[in-house]
DNA sequence: ACGTAAAATGTTATATTATAACATTACAAT
DNA sequence: ATTGTAATGTTATAATATAACATTTTACGT
């Protein structure tokens, strides 16, 4: 039973790599621009990656943005749920982690009578570096 | 000096109008074939009618989604962070409101010295009805 | 009331993001 | 070896959103 990081293909692993090397989130189309010298020729098969990398949890959707980042956290649990810092002034992002957020949203949830499955939280604002410079 | 509300265009009352008796969000294109009868045409009238909605509180983008709801808070102060309930097996939402959220998630940044300006919060689940039949 | 600046409109074209459909190939599990 | 599942390659198209520009309406200070 190994990872399924392990278990990549070739055009998955392509995908994760450009997203792991990228000091930001990333979108489909610029993705596929940047791979097309290494056979990755039309959008769906960075689609079919990109699905793949976020159902085991290696990527995240930034939905505000359309965007796609690597997680960075060995075995991360946010294979469903994500939480992240949006700077609003260099665009770098941060994640949030730690099941606080979880038992917290449930809570809420329970007030609404409403069974609590997943999240997506994005919070913006300013950077530690950012907050300096403004 | 009047509600901001009593201040709309034809064209964005036309739209909210419609986002206002919808027991769902909306896509902008659903609203274009929907009130083409009234004389919207094109998608760009839907949505500049919608950018202004949202910046005056009225209407709140589902980003998960691309989905755009009528806020029924009466002088909502989420005039740029959202947090909803979103259900899973009915799309129906439910917008959480008060400023819990916002001094949780302020607290949140923080400890990331990161410098809170607003949020959105989207959690999935089941609603009340749904978790019956379920 | 008039002039004017800001906002909204109308329209055509196009950019951006994402999926459908279908034929083929790789590959792991019996 | 066989077979079922997942992944791939490819073309076409759907769905979401904005650019550019000419025109009209509105707010509002004088």
């Known amino acids: 039973m ?8 070739k055009n998955q692993k392509t995908v994760l790599d450009i997203l792991e090397n990228s000091s930001e989130p990333l979108k489909a189309y610029t993705i596929l621009f940047d791979i097309q010298k290494k056979g990755i020729k039309s959008p769906l098969q960075v689609y079919r990656a990109l699905d793949k990398l976020i159902e085991i949890g290696k990527v995240h959707k930034i939905e505000s943005r359309n965007s796609y980042v690597a997680c960075k956290h060995e075995g991360c649990n946010a294979k ?3 939480s992240f ?4 002034n260099c ?3 941060t ?3 730690g099941n606080n957020l979880f038992s917290y949203f449930s809570k809420q949830a329970e007030k ?5 499955k997943k999240h997506n939280l994005e919070i913006f604002g300013l950077c530690k570096n950012c907050k300096l410079k403004n």
Chains 1, 2 share one sequence.
Do not use: G, H, Q
């Open 2 to 9: 190994a990872l399924a990081s392990e278990n990549l293909t």
């Open 95 to 97: 994640e949030l982690t």
């Open 85 to 88: 810092l949006i700077c609003e």
């Open 91 to 93: 665009d770098s992002v």
């Open 80 to 82: 469903t749920s994500t």
């Open 112 to 116: 609404n009578n409403f069974n609590y």
